[in-house]
């Protein structure tokens, strides 16, 4: 096969087809293909657009339920006298005592479990996973209440998802038990 020089380019009737597929592929890599690739940026970043309108549809009830929660709320921010409870000598005083406060504060489906890895050895603080659904008074209540206890050391998380009656709630708290307790609850 011989190879063709400029001269015979020039004037080959090949020329114009050629130089045609060498415009059409310029074209498509220079222009198509990065505007290809804007548009798909722009369908994923509108996705997650969408996903974020549908989350804030699912939450507008219970931004609707806090806010008229909050509204009725007033000044009512302290808790009774003598709500402190006695630091539990086991884990199971400890899970009694938190699940005695969340029911009194009127919460419901209320279940705590200890995390594994926190029991094992002889560590006094053990972490508590919680779950209950309520008015948003009352979590506010049961968090104002346990908090406030000397033996609960911290809050680790705090997430709260909307129910078909009521908001969801999960809490993990860590727990001081068997010892002497030390700082304030929160």
């Not at 884990?91 to 005695?100: H, N, P, V």
């Amino acid at each position: 096969m011989s190879v063709m020089t400029l001269q015979q380019f020039r004037s080959s009737p090949y020329r114009i087809p050629v130089l045609a597929l060498v415009a059409i592929a310029a074209l498509t890599l220079l222009v198509i293909m990065p505007l290809m690739n804007q548009t798909s940026r722009t369908e994923a970043e509108n996705a997650q657009l969408a996903t974020l309108i549908d989350m804030q549809k699912a939450f507008s009830p219970l931004v609707s339920t806090m806010k008229g929660d909050m509204g009725r709320l007033g000044k009512h921010t302290t808790l009774p006298a003598g709500t402190e409870v006695a630091p539990p000598s086991s884990l199971t005083e400890g899970l009694t005592a938190l699940q005695q406060m969340a029911t009194a504060a009127s919460l419901r489906g209320v279940r705590f479990v200890p995390l594994a890895e926190s029991v094992l050895g002889s560590n006094e603080l053990v972490r508590l996973d919680g779950t209950m659904d309520g008015p948003l008074e009352a979590f506010r209540l049961f968090m104002l209440q346990a908090t406030s206890q000397r033996w609960v050391t911290r809050v680790e998380q705090l997430e709260v998802t909307a129910g078909p009656q009521s908001p969801m709630y999960k809490v993990s708290v860590w727990i001081q038990v068997g010892g002497t307790t030390k700082g304030n609850g929160g």
